[in-house]
């Protein structure tokens, strides 16, 4: 048997603890089913431990989270510390420090009455986003002149490198030829308004010569918030920026039913990477055990595929699948009726 993979878990703030629980049940049996083995390794940051100790992470931890196969993550956030404060002390820090350069966030729908929109099925709704994930306006560059004073000046740079760029859409044009689905790459971005996006223009028209079989698409940003919920079904995989791809995705995960379905990897191909629901803490329903597992349970399958238990991968999503067309799972909000814990259960026992 393989030496076993080695996971790095972070529960985190808010709802986060509940839904790693049934993420890691899950994890379990899917070991047990599908002939792996791995060990965790569970880490406190979040709020209580930076309150508590004043740090994020202790120093070498990214160095740590380098010797392992992955990195699991509930959700961090909470609303006793300034806002975003720990996100980007946490989730934002390993993202940067590990060099994740790919948000890879799947938008499918898998049950028709959970769309909000009318007629669209699973066959319409099943498209990528490959997110830049390490530049654009959340580098940090820039800062405040004057503050508090009536002449405040802020700056905050947006950056793009040819080198970021380029690798985002490499990646999205191979994923896009790896996929059964329209061969299609839509580059996502606002170079009409913001001329030095062209970049990413350029930079899709040069590495799209080496991959004539993958049909390009440009669109503007506004546009394609448009076109994702007038016409979903023309999307297979679209490229864009960092804040673009945040905007876009929680919108995308409307169009899957809501933000207790969708899952994302923060990916450096072939280096330790992290998985996560794309929701936040939600603190208003911290330890209540009623919101959606399965965001968090979708992540564990990205996992798995990434570090490469693809049957393992492909069974959870199956058995996502299943339980939200047969409306065992009736809904994906914290109304389900369900308990999170009864929803994990559900998972573990329909898995094969
Ligand atoms: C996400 C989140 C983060 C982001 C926040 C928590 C910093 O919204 O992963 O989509 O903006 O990237
Ligand atoms: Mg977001």
Redesign the pocket.
Known sequence: MPAPYTIAVIPGDGVGPEVTDEALKVLERAASLFDFTYHTKMYPFGADHYLATHEFMPPGQLDEFRTMDAIYLGAIGDPRLPAGLVERGVIAATRFGLDLYINLRPIKLYAEHLCPIKGKTPRDIDMVVVRENTEDLYTGLGGHFKKGTPDEVVIANQIFTRKGVERAIRYAFELARARAGKKKLTLVDKSNAIEVQQLWRRTMEEVGAEYADIEREFAYVDAACMWMVKNPETFDVIVTSNLFG?II??LGAMLQGGMGVAASGNIHPGKVSLFEP?HGSAPKYKGRNVVSPVAAIAAVGMLLDYVGEQRAAAAIERTIAELLSSKRIPSLDASSGLKTSEVGDLVCASLA
């Open positions: 945040d995705t929680d794309i």
